[in-house]
Structures are given as structure tokens and as C-alpha cells.
């Protein structure tokens, strides 16, 4: 069953992914501008950074809306292993 996320979730978490597209498309300007590797490690790493934070929000929302409603996702138990297994294949 797929699970959606509250409108204001969804609104937040577009608001993050563009941003997200503006660091990746100033990363690749910096990559064409032959710029200093420091500085484009250290927006390679707020680009990670900020992945990560909309990564924890959709799993917040997640948790929300399937482990509080186990009869439209499953059991409990079922939701949270799916959750584990997702969460397994993010990378550290």
C-alpha cells in the first residue's frame, strides 16, 4: 500500500529539494569553472547534508502516518520491519 505524506510535509519537503537542485546545478558550475576541489567538497558535503535532513523528514512521515495507522499499512510489526529494510538501503 503506498503511503503519502501531509500536504505540509510534501510542500517543506519540495521546498528542500529545489534547493537541493540549486546546490547541485552550483556544484556543476563550479566542476565546469575548473574551481578550487576544497571548495567544491565542502558544497559536495552541505549538498550530503541537506539530503540527509530530507531523508530523516520522509522517514519522520513515514513513522507518522504507518506505524500510528497499522490496519491501512499492515501490522505494526510489519511497518516498522519495512521501515528497517528501507532505512538499511540509505547510505551512512
Keep these: 500500500m503506498m503511503t503519502t505524506l501531509s500536504s505540509a510535509a ?4 519540495i521546498k528542500r529539494l529545489q534547493r537541493l537542485e540549486g546546490q547541485a546545478r552550483g556544484v556543476r558550475r563550479m566542476v565546469e569553472e575548473d574551481r578550487d576541489c576544497q571548495d567544491i567538497l565542502t558544497q559536495l558535503a552541505a549538498i550530503r547534508g541537506a539530503a540527509h535532513q530530507v531523508s530523516v523528514m520522509v522517514v519522520k512521515e513515514y513513522a ?14 510489519e511497518a516498522i520491519t519495512k521501515l528497517v529494510h528501507t532505512l538499511g538501503k540509505l547510505p551512512h
Excluded at 510534501?10 to 519537503?13: A, E, K, V, W
Excluded at 507518522?64 to 510489526?77: A, E, F, I, M
Aim: charged share 30%.
Design 10 to 13: 510534501r510542500d517543506q519537503l
Design 64 to 77: 507518522l502516518n504507518c506505524l500510528n495507522d497499522p490496519d491501512q499499512h499492515g501490522t505494526q510489526d
